[in-house]
C-alpha cells in the first residue's frame, strides 16, 4: 500500500525572500511566530542575478533601512555598488536566520479564510493559516512581440540579463525605454565608447543634487516618503508611473540625455513598431525630454518653497537652460545602415498571478489590498510598488510596511488560537 502524503501546516507562509518576504520574516520571529518562508530561487535573487555589473544604488546608503538592520558603513551619503548591495544583503540573511526554504517553487495557492490555505509547491503540499504574498510586481521581463519581426543575426537582451558592453557584439547598440535601467544602460554603453541609439519612453527625470543637497534628502525632510498612496495627488495611480531616472554612478550625478546627444548619443521618440530591418519610433524626442525636465524643475520649485517657508539657510541655485535642442529627428531606424547590432530592451516587466487562485484582484487583474491587507482574512501582499509609501517596495521603507501586516498577522494568530482553545474546551465540556 502508497504510504499517504505528508503535508506540513503552518500559522503563516511567506512566499518570496527578497527584501519584503525577509522583512515580515524578522517581525513573526521577534514575535514567535512559527513560519516558513519559500523562494523558488535563492534570497535576493534579482539583486544578486539581475543587475549589471556597474550597478549602483540610485537613493543613499543611509536610506537602506531593513528592519534590525541599517545600513552602518562607512558612506551613508554613497551609493552601493552591486557587490556592496549583495555583502549588506547577505549579512541580513546571515543575521535573521530565516526559516529559509529555497529552491522551492509555489505551483498554486488556494483555499478560503475558513479552512486555510493550500499550497501546491516544488517540494509538496502544504497548508497555512495565513499566507504573505512577496513575490515582488516584476517577474517576467518584457519585450514585444514586434522583436520577433527584427533580423535573426541581432542580438535582442532585456535589461534584466545586460551585464556589460563586452557582453553584446562590435557595433552600435539601440536600447529601447529611457526609465532607470534604459537611461544608465545606454550611459554604460556610452561611456564605454560605444555607439548608441536612443528610444526615449515618458519617464520624468530628477537632478541629484540641488541647493546643497541630495534631492533625496531634501524629500525626505519634506515628508514626502512618509505620504501615504491615498493622500498622493494621483491616489493609487502612482503605482503605475514610471520611476525618475538619476545615477548613484561616480558617487552620484544627474542623467542629462541632451547632454549626452551633444557627445554622440542618438535620441529618438518612443519605440512603435519593428519590421524588414526597420523600427519606426514617434515624432517625442522633444516631448518627451521636456517633459522629463518640467518634472525635474517642479521637484526643484517644490524644495524652493520649501525652504522658504522653513526658513532654511541653503545656498541658491541657478537653473540652466537645456544644453541640445532636438530638430529634424527621424521617425524610422534603419538597423543595418546604421550598423546597429543588438538592442537592450528596457521597457520594464510584468506581474504574473496566474498561479493564485485567490478573490484578492480587483477588475484589472492588480492586487486589491489596504496597506497589504486584502479582503480575504489571511492573505496579505507586501513589497509592491506604492504599496502604502514611496518606499514601500524599497529598502527605505518595507520595514515599516512589514511591521504593519506582521501586526495583522500577530492578531489574526492569537485569535485562531483562541478559537481553537474555546472549541477545544465546548468538545471536552461535552
Not at 536566520?97 to 488556494?110: C, F, I, M, T, Y
Not at 538597423?335 to 543588438?342: D, P, R, Y
Request: hydrophobic residues 40%; charged residues 25%; negative net charge.
Amino acid at each position: 500500500m502508497n504510504s499517504p502524503m505528508k503535508i506540513e501546516h503552518f500559522p503563516v507562509v511567506v512566499i518570496g525572500a527578497g527584501q519584503a518576504g525577509l522583512s515580515v520574516s524578522w517581525f513573526l520571529k521577534k514575535a514567535g511566530i512559527r513560519h516558513v518562508v519559500l523562494e523558488k530561487n535563492q534570497a535576493f535573487h534579482a539583486w544578486k542575478t539581475e543587475r549589471w555589473d556597474s550597478f549602483s544604488l540610485v537613493t543613499p546608503n543611509w536610506q537602506c533601512q531593513l528592519p534590525g538592520h541599517p545600513y552602518d558603513g562607512p558612506d551613508p551619503y554613497g551609493f552601493m555598488v552591486r557587490d556592496e548591495i549583495v555583502d549588506y544583503l547577505d549579512a541580513y540573511v546571515e543575521k535573521l536566520q530565516p526559516p529559509l526554504r529555497e529552491g522551492v517553487a509555489v505551483k498554486k495557492l488556494s483555499g478560503n479564510a475558513f479552512s486555510g490555505f493550500v499550497l501546491d509547491t516544488t517540494s509538496g503540499m502544504m497548508t497555512a493559516d495565513q499566507v504573505v504574498i512577496a513575490a515582488g510586481g516584476y517577474q517576467i521581463p518584457i519585450v514585444p512581440r514586434e522583436a520577433e519581426r527584427l533580423p535573426t543575426d541581432l542580438v535582442q537582451v532585456h535589461s534584466s540579463i545586460y551585464r556589460n558592453p563586452e557582453q553584446l557584439p562590435e557595433g552600435a547598440v539601440l536600447v529601447v525605454g529611457s526609465g532607470q535601467s534604459g537611461a544608465q544602460i545606454a550611459e554604460d554603453l556610452h561611456l564605454a565608447g560605444r555607439k548608441v541609439h536612443l528610444c526615449l519612453g515618458d519617464a520624468p527625470r530628477v537632478a541629484r543634487r540641488y541647493r546643497g543637497k541630495d534631492v533625496v534628502e531634501w524629500l525626505a525632510d519634506m515628508g514626502y516618503y512618509d505620504l501615504p498612496v491615498h493622500a498622493h495627488p494621483l491616489r493609487e495611480g502612482v503605482r503605475d508611473k514610471t520611476n525618475h531616472y538619476v545615477t548613484g554612478r561616480d558617487g552620484g550625478r544627474d542623467i542629462d540625455l541632451r547632454q549626452r546627444a551633444l557627445e554622440g548619443m542618438e535620441l529618438y521618440g518612443q519605440f512603435v513598431d519593428a519590421r524588414e530591418g526597420k523600427v519606426k519610433v514617434a515624432d517625442t524626442v522633444k516631448e518627451c525630454l521636456d517633459s522629463a525636465d518640467a518634472t525635474n524643475e517642479s521637484i526643484k520649485d517644490s524644495i524652493d518653497a520649501f525652504i522658504a517657508k522653513a526658513g532654511i539657510d541653503a545656498p541658491a541655485e541657478d537653473r540652466k537652460p537645456p544644453v541640445w535642442e532636438p530638430s529634424g529627428r527621424p521617425t524610422e531606424i534603419d538597423l543595418q545602415g546604421e550598423s546597429i547590432a543588438s538592442i537592450v530592451w528596457c521597457i520594464g516587466f510584468r506581474t504574473d498571478y496566474s498561479w493564485i487562485d485567490l478573490p484578492v484582484f480587483n477588475g484589472r487583474g492588480h492586487p486589491s489590498h489596504d496597506r497589504g491587507v486584502t479582503s480575504m482574512p489571511g492573505a496579505y501582499f507586501l513589497g509592491l510598488p506604492w504599496l502604502h509609501t514611496w518606499g514601500s517596495g524599497r529598502f527605505s521603507g518595507v520595514a515599516r510596511d512589514a511591521e504593519h501586516v506582521a501586526g495583522q498577522i500577530i492578531a489574526r494568530h492569537v485569535d485562531v488560537i483562541g478559537m481553537s482553545e474555546r472549541v477545544n474546551e465546548a468538545a471536552i465540556g461535552s
